[in-house]
C-alpha cells in the first residue's frame, strides 16, 4: 500500500532531448507528489510538485503529469543539458496532523550526453 | 538564510557502538524528518518529530531513536550498529505549523554512516 514504483532505474539521452521518468502508487490517500534531484554526495533537492486536484504542472524546463484515475505521475525534462545528469527521485506523501512523511521511488539515473 | 544542516558530514564506526546524528532545519521551520539512504536507492523514512515528540515511524526497530530540542533542532541515535546500518542519513524540514502556505520539504546534505 505504501509502494512508489519508479521506472526506468537509468536513462540517457543526447542533450535537447526530453527525458520521461514515470512513477506509479498504490495508497490513493496519498496527496502529495514531489519531484527530487540529487547530484552524488549530496541530499536531495526539490524540483517540482503536485497535488492531485491537477493533471499537469510546468516550472522551467520540469513538467509533472499526473494522473489519478490511473495511479500515475511522471516527469518530463524539457531541451536537457548534461548539467542535469543526476539522479531524479519521485515521491509521494500524505498530509495529517503529524505532517509529511514521504515514500520515495527507487530512483532514476539520469545521463544526458553533449 | 541557511538551509538544512547535518553534522557530521561522515562518520565511521565500529559494529556494536552507538552513533548520534545532529541537525538544524531551514530557518522558519519546525518539523524534522529523518530518513535513511542506502547506496543505490531512495530515501526511506525513519520518523518525524514535531514541538518535540515523535509524530510518525516508519518500519526501523527500536534501535534507531530521535530527539527534538525547544530550538527545532533534532538528534537521531542509533545503537548497537550493524553492517546494514551503513547508509547516507538524511535530516528533511518543513514547516509543519503553517502546512497550508509551505508543504515542501528541504533537506540536507547528509551524514555518511559507514559501520566496520
Known amino acids: 500500500q505504501q509502494q512508489v514504483k519508479q521506472s526506468p532505474q537509468s536513462l540517457i539521452v543526447q542533450k535537447g532531448g526530453i527525458p520521461i521518468i514515470n512513477c506509479a502508487y498504490e495508497n490513493t490517500a496519498f496527496d502529495y507528489f514531489p519531484w527530487y534531484q540529487q547530484f552524488p554526495g549530496k541530499g536531495p533537492a526539490l524540483l517540482i510538485a503536485?497535488?492531485?486536484?491537477?493533471s499537469e504542472k510546468k516550472e522551467g524546463r520540469f513538467t509533472i503529469s499526473f494522473n489519478k484515475s490511473a495511479k500515475q505521475f511522471s516527469l518530463h525534462i524539457m531541451d536537457s543539458q548534461p548539467g542535469d545528469s543526476a539522479t531524479y527521485f519521485c515521491a509521494a506523501g500524505r498530509f495529517n496532523n503529524a505532517g509529511n512523511m514521504l515514500t520515495f521511488g527507487g530512483g532514476t539515473r539520469l545521463m544526458v550526453k553533449p | 538564510d541557511a538551509g538544512v544542516t547535518q553534522s557530521p558530514t561522515h562518520l565511521i564506526k565500529t559494529r556494536g557502538q552507538q552513533v548520534t546524528l545532529r541537525c538544524s532545519p531551514k530557518s522558519g521551520h519546525d518539523t524534522v524528518s529523518w530518513y535513511q539512504q542506502a547506496l543505490g536507492q531512495g530515501p526511506q523514512f525513519i520518523f518525524q518529530y514535531y514541538e518535540e515528540e515523535e509524530r510518525q515511524r516508519g518500519n526501523f526497530p527500536d534501535r534507531f531513536s530521535g530527539h527534538q530540542f525547544p530550538n527545532y533542532s533534532s538528534e537521531l541515535n542509533v545503537n548497537a550498529l550493524l553492517l546494514g546500518d551503513s547508509a547516507l542519513y538524511l535530516c528533511a524540514s518543513l514547516s509543519l505549523g503553517s502546512l497550508r502556505m509551505n508543504t515542501e520539504a528541504f533537506f540536507g546534505q547528509g551524514t555518511r554512516l559507514t559501520v566496520v
Open positions: 503536485i497535488r492531485p486536484d491537477v
